[in-house]
Nanobody, 124 residues
């Protein structure tokens, strides 16, 4: 599967953005999906994940819980990350990733496919 992330930009603190990740290939529903981010000078960190099939299972990093929502549309081969109440510390390059392993995954090493990043910058 190939992944293409989009939707990043510059936003003021308290604002919102919706990131999109378009997946090519068949049987997108088989893949568990995740969003990760990497800020300058920092290691990549987990943001959110959604299970394969219906996406009934979701999981969030504590730092984004209650502000971010991950969702998927299997008919469109898309996964989204709705980001509300953005903070300057959310500034990073955001990556979407896919895995064929069942369940919810939070480690980058558990994901097999990665998209290019999309920059999110939150000004104070």
């Amino acid at each position: 599967v190939q992944l293409q992330a989009s939707g990043g930009g510059l936003v003021q603190a308290g604002g919102s953005l919706r990131l999109s990740c378009a997946a090519s290939g068949r049987a997108f529903w088989r893949y568990g999906m995740g969003w990760f981010r990497q800020a300058p000078g920092k290691e990549r960190e987990f943001v959110a994940a959604i299970s394969s099939w219906s996406g009934a299972g979701t999981y969030y990093a504590d730092s984004v819980k209650g502000r971010f929502t991950i969702s998927r549309d299997n008919a469109k081969n898309m996964v989204y990350l709705q980001m509300n109440n953005l903070k300057p510390e959310d500034t990073a390059v955001y990556y979407c990733a896919a895995t064929l392993q069942s369940g919810i995954h939070t480690l980058g090493s558990e994901f097999d496919y990665w998209g290019q990043g999309t920059q999110v910058t939150v000004s104070s």
